[in-house]
């Protein structure tokens, strides 16, 4: 989405506002430090990604970030009842939902919306590289959580990778 450094920072100022609160009312010293730790970090988020806006071509890792996604309800430590879920953020990621935009293409898009601004930097060939390197990792780690905890509901097509199933 065009707009998400903008609603990230918004998210931040609201969760800053929250700490803000807190820490108006905490008596204790050492929650009180916590808190203010907690908000100059928000503070520094903040900053970092007005920079990276005005600095650099936004560019994501997909492949990582779709991985990372699953990989957080797909965990031994996640209840079984939140895992389904994974199949939805999946199909949501892809596209395959309806009323929601693969996340390839949304990168895409945010990347050629910002091409003709003049001054921006763009990714490292080596994080591009990098990443483009570690893309058939994530598919096939995508597609072996997905069969450890035995989530289907995605239909496309299955390939086999080193002996272990991987969801295109």
Known sequence: MPDEPERFRKDLSTARAELEKRLAGEKDALVRQDLEILIAQVNRDIRASEARERI???YDDVAGTIFFGIKSLLEDQIAADRRPASVVRLRK???LEPGYEPLTIQAEKRYRAKLKTAGLAGPSKLA???NLEN???YITGIGLLL???KM???PGRVHKTQGT???L
């Open 135 to 137: 893309t058939q990792a």
């Open 56 to 58: 650099l071509l936004p």
């Open 165 to 167: 199933a991987g969801v």
């Open 93 to 95: 990621y892809t596209g």
């Open 128 to 130: 591009v590289n990098k």
């Open 152 to 154: 289907t509901g995605l």
């Open 147 to 149: 069969e450890k905890y």
